[in-house]
């Protein structure tokens, strides 16, 4: 009886889940290089001169919520305004959504916080660490003291970093040289000190660890680029058929002679990328077109004498030598939304009145007798002064024959961003007042400001 053969030793199962492996972006300098560098020094330049920026006796971006107030340069606004976030909130949208038909991810690449502040750490890296290989190999080379000190002023200067950004950013919600004042004399409140520490760890732990995890594992936008893009968007690619075969040949040859095409399979374009993907395989949702990847084949390519362009900014239309449509239906319905949506914000900040009057009748009763030939109507005024300046206002009204305004009677003071409720009280004769008649109430400032406001309302009368 013949024996039976003995099976091979089972696999040990998959996981589900592997440890992600650390990537060590190479250096590079290019013109995508440069233009990043540029964006990052720009709005963290921005990002933190701005909270110590003064304009008109208080600091310039400040938005105040214990007071309701939001300072944006010489405006201030109230939660009254609401609607001129709701705007800006949409262009903004519309905006994304536009570039990104565009040009890709043109966000991700040069103006998201997370490349913004991610750049900033690995240059740090850089400088404290070393090179590509240099940190590679510090990090599997065994502890001793030369790598217990660059690591450990690596930590140091990232959490000073990640304490100043958070710092910073509760600086934009508290006056910023007061918060300041705080923490050297250690007055600072629990919650203050609590949104520091928050934003501070969330710096730290974005920008230092995490990185492109959270470009691929966290962030939306990744996974709906693709509803974006069409055959004529602006991408990254590598062109294929200039390109395969790979292999690697003498500089100066040929590609097509030797039956290979223009990569020589340096793998450049993978070790300079900072989220680690091949684009050779084509786009991946992973790639945040920072342009890393054309510099270095850039620079391949000049070595190798070919011409440029291997990988480049193109679309899916001219890959195949087709035409490109850069003015198409989607482009012109988003220029059309976000012009309109500009200009509506523009007008209404052109023509915003800091100041606010509603009318409010009083229920209890439609009118009351008065005098014996007189009618009259009560109301409730609420006024809203949103300057930053104090004003003093008179009330006038008008629309109806006869109508007298007997309360109030005078100038109303208003300090800055203060609400004031007062009563209001209009008569007119009995023979003037049957019926419902429109009036309009008028709050006008008398000190010279020029802000005024009308409010229509409704005076009531017995009927004929």
């Known amino acids: 009886m013949a024996s039976a053969t003995p099976l091979p030793p089972s696999a040990p199962p998959a996981g589900f889940y592997a440890a992600a492996a650390k990537i060590y972006p190479r250096e590079v300098d290019g013109r995508f290089s440069r233009l990043r560098k540029a964006a990052v020094v720009v709005l963290l330049g921005l990002f933190y001169g701005f909270a110590w920026l003064d304009w008109n006796g208080h600091q310039a971006l400040l938005f105040d919520l214990p007071a309701r107030k939001f300072h944006i340069f010489g405006l201030t606004l109230w939660p009254q305004d609401f609607l001129y976030l709701t705007l800006l909130l949409i262009v903004a949208a519309l905006s994304l959504f536009f570039f990104t038909a565009l040009a890709g991810r043109l966000w991700c690449g040069y103006a998201c916080p997370q490349t913004v502040w991610t750049e900033l750490f690995v240059w740090i890296e850089q400088w404290t660490e070393g090179s590509r290989l240099q940190r590679m190999k510090l990090d599997r080379a065994p502890w001793r003291a030369a790598k217990l000190l660059r690591k450990s002023g690596k930590q140091v200067l990232w959490l000073t970093l990640a304490l100043f950004t958070g710092f910073t950013f509760v600086g934009y919600f508290t006056p910023i040289r007061s918060l300041a004042a705080q923490i050297l004399s250690l007055s600072l409140g629990p919650w203050p000190w609590f949104w520091v520490f928050l934003y501070s760890l969330a710096t730290y732990g974005n920008a230092g660890f995490l990185r492109e995890q959270v470009c691929k594992y966290m962030c939306p936008y ?46 450049m374009c993978v070790q300079v990328c900072p989220t680690g993907i091949d684009i050779r395989h084509g786009l991946q949702y992973e790639c945040i077109a920072c342009g890393a990847c054309i510099d270095a084949c850039d620079q391949v390519m000049d070595k190798m004498g070919t011409a440029r362009g291997l990988i480049r900014y193109t679309t899916e239309h001219a890959l195949r030598g087709e035409r490109t449509r850069i003015a198409r239906t989607r482009l012109v319905v988003y220029a059309v939304l976000i012009s309109a949506a500009l200009g509506a914000l523009t007008f209404l900040l052109l023509t915003r009145t800091p100041l606010i009057l509603d009318v409010l009748r009083d229920r209890n009763a439609l009118y009351r007798e008065v005098h014996g030939d007189r009618i009259e109507n009560a109301y409730t005024l609420k006024m809203i002064n949103l300057d930053d300046q104090p004003h003093r206002y008179r009330v006038t009204v008008s629309g109806m024959r006869g109508l007298e305004l007997i309360a109030p009677v005078g100038e109303v003071p208003l300090p800055p961003g203060s609400v004031n409720s007062i009563a209001a009280r209009l008569e007119a004769p009995r023979e003037l007042s049957g019926g419902v008649h429109r009036i309009v109430l008028t709050l006008a400032a008398v000190d010279g400001s020029g802000s005024a406001v009308h409010e229509n309302a409704r005076f009531i009368g017995p009927k004929p």
């Open 222 to 267: 990744a996974r709906f680029q693709s509803a974006m893009f069409d055959k004529d968007t602006l991408i990254i690619s590598y062109d294929e058929q200039r390109g395969e075969p790979r292999g690697a040949r003498r500089r100066g040859s040929v590609a097509r002679s030797v039956g290979l095409g223009d990569c020589i399979d340096c793998t």
